[in-house]
């Protein structure tokens, strides 16, 4: 049954590289446009989840992490004095403006910490000394910016919001949502650049949890002492920032659209090469039948057929879509293809092919086995 259905599937070479390029076609753009969509939430919650904070306190309604609001900076001692805190920090994040050697201007995104080393934050130091960064207007700089600002190296400077820093190290992997790339700068630096707004006031206080306390207990005892506050688990703040970017910004929608069109697109190919394989090999079909085979023997042969062109098209695909992550990297976009959704995108490749199978079967199902010995 195995050899029927190769040498039927195989006798037109032109016709099964179609079937195959219809699955490879599907495969590609859905690891491809899932891969991406990965990739950007990644980049949404990547500080927060490299970050040390067990617990992080924001605004009421923050949207997520780059949207900040802000807050009196002096509610981190209610913070701190809460049983089971070992320690509490206020974080700046604010959007500024950074002014370039060309003359140009772009967006920054300002991180303000005084304690960066004890927060693990930024977690991929290229160069330079963080602890340096509280003795003056230094920065550093995450080389992501390099697309946007053009090189830079250390002990360059740059103006944001018309002050001037010093760069004295550079960080990796700190990469926003938008793309706009992130600095690194002493707390009082970051709330002085944008004194009319920030002058007393932060945007986070990052919390870690004492050894064997109850982080949720921490966390409902620092909700009560700031009840006009919202207070998060790690966890839950990185989902809230993903959940933002997924339901407000139609992300979601565009993917879910996107991958079903590519599946459609998948699907009508399969379906008609089979068809039309099917069409073609009409009497081996009645053949098995003459010989005493049933509908049961048909399927699996269509099964088999769709198998290997399931198998072949997701290898093939999951090869080009492989393939096009070092392009992606170089225009600082991540595209993260996880083993497990490898494995869905196989089933649901073999399923498409499958279903496929089951147009040619309807048409074959009613086969008359006297029409072998027709002429």
């Not at 699955?23 to 891969?35: K, P």
Request: charged letters at 20%; hydrophobic letters at 45%; one cysteine or more.
């Amino acid at each position: 049954m195995v050899d029927l259905a190769l040498k039927m599937l195989l006798h037109d070479k032109v016709k099964f590289f179609i079937t195959v390029a219809g699955v490879a076609f599907a495969v590609t753009l859905v690891l491809v446009q899932v891969g991406l969509f990965i990739g950007l939430l990644d980049n949404a919650t990547v500080t927060i989840e490299n970050t040390r904070a067990d617990i992080w306190v924001t605004s009421k309604e923050t949207p997520n992490i780059d949207f900040a609001h802000q807050f009196s900076d002096s509610f981190v001692e209610r913070v701190r004095s809460a049983p089971g805190v070992a320690q509490a920090d206020n974080l700046i994040v604010n959007f500024l403006t950074i002014s370039l050697p060309s003359g140009a201007q772009e967006g920054v995104i300002v991180y303000g910490l005084r304690n960066f080393r004890d927060w693990d934050l930024p977690w991929k130091v290229k160069d330079g000394n963080l602890d340096d960064l509280r003795r003056g207007r230094y920065l550093f700089l995450d080389d992501s910016a390099v697309r946007r600002y053009g090189p830079f190296a250390v002990n360059q400077y740059r103006e944001i919001q018309q002050t001037r820093f010093k760069i004295i190290g550079r960080t990796a992997d700190a990469k926003s949502f938008t793309t706009t790339p992130i600095a690194f700068m002493d707390f009082d630096r970051a709330q002085a650049l944008s004194s009319e707004n920030l002058q007393g006031q932060t945007s986070y206080i990052l919390v870690k949890v004492a050894p064997g306390a109850d982080v949720r207990a921490v966390k409902a005892e620092i909700q009560r002492r700031l009840p006009h506050n919202d207070v998060y688990l790690r966890e839950e703040w990185a989902r809230r920032s993903r959940n933002y970017w997924i339901v407000s910004t139609g992300l979601g929608l565009n993917l879910f659209v996107t991958v079903f069109l590519g599946c459609m697109v998948g699907l009508v190919v399969v379906a008609q090469t089979l068809y039309s394989s099917t069409m073609e090999h009409i009497k081996e079909f009645g053949t098995v039948k003459a010989i005493g085979g049933g509908n049961s023997d048909i399927y699996r042969l269509l099964a088999e057929q769709a198998t290997v062109a399931a198998a072949v098209g997701y290898l093939l695909g999951v090869g080009q879509a492989f393939a096009v992550q070092p392009l992606v990297h170089k225009i600082d976009l991540k595209l993260m293809i996880p083993d497990g959704f490898l494995l869905v995108v196989f089933i649901g490749s073999l399923v498409m092919c499958l279903g496929a199978a089951l147009i040619s079967f309807r048409k074959v199902a009613g086969i008359d086995p006297a029409l072998v010995f027709r002429t």
